[in-house]
């Protein structure tokens, strides 16, 4: 599986939904980097299922275990290695799934892929079970990152029609990401968190489901990082983002909207700040032009599927036996995975970045 993601540093995913572990890789981490757990931690516990009825009820520790990389506190410059083990798996919900399709998820294209032998437990390696790896590898970024003065947080920007307030892109503070990050749930308009609960409550009484649109910005990012036209910024984001189940779309800045805008109305004008720093009066480009940074907030927009996992009966196909047939999906899933998928958004984002620096000699 190509699980394997290289730009400037690698971060290699392993382990399946129902395995004993899953675990990730990091290599080429610069040495002598400080390492938190106790923040690593409670950057994980963010994408943990939630104590309410907005997330799956499947209850694990989530607790990473170091296997190398790391002695005294500190990065030693070899491959960061770390397992998370598997503990409150219920593989018998999913015996079934080895010949019936799941409407939204990938049964069938898997089965076809590795000629039946892949890991249905779970949805196995398809899972979004693996984005607590890839948080945990997002978090050790961040601390690479944020001894720098570069910080990334997200939000829930819109979810089923309810939009947050946006991210101000010119003006977001260290105070306002610091903030927000330390909300349960991750939004800036309390307002807005009690209707998005309510849709998120509506569609769970309904066996069904709701994605939703989250929103990423990156502060204290510098210039000059990034190229063009297959290796810039946008590239090595867009890359590793499409890596978390369940995203469908992405865009930088304003993205779809500058379609329908003239370029006078686009363009971020250019000047020259009171301490002598080329800023531009808006933000419409994200922070990147040309695949390289401008020196102001990188902002883009992620939008996230409905969870597929829905109780309600649907069609689909028994593929080993080429019939139709009706399924009722079991086992214990996210009425939105949303709120969960904030941190892991970020940390593809944190990891991302740090490889650009890497890549361009900034560490």
Known sequence: MSSLWNNGISISIFGESHGKAIGVVLDNLPSGETIDMDAVLSFMARRAPKDDLTSTQRREKDIPVVLSGVLDGRTTGAP???????????????SELKELARPGHADYTGYLRYHGFNDVRGSGHFSGRLTAPLTFAGAV?????????????GHIYALKGIHDAPFDTCALSKEDILELRSHAFPVIDQQAELLMRSEIERARLDCNSVGGVVEICTIGFPAGVGSPMFDGLENAISSIVFGIPAVKGLEFGIGFEAAQLYG??????????EAGTIKTKTNHHGGILGGISTGMPISLKIAFKPTPSISKEQKTVNFL?????????????DPCIVPRAVPAAESAVNIALLGQMVKNGRI
């Open 321 to 333: 036996k080429k019939e139709n047939a009706v399924l009722t999906v079991r086992g214990r899933h």
């Open 80 to 94: 960061l290695a770390a397992i998370i083990e598997n503990s409150d798996a219920h593989s018998s919900d999913y």
């Open 264 to 273: 006078s109305q686009n363009n971020d004008e250019f000047y020259v700040d």
């Open 141 to 153: 970024c961040a601390q690479i990152l944020e001894r720098r003065d570069i910080y990334t947080a």
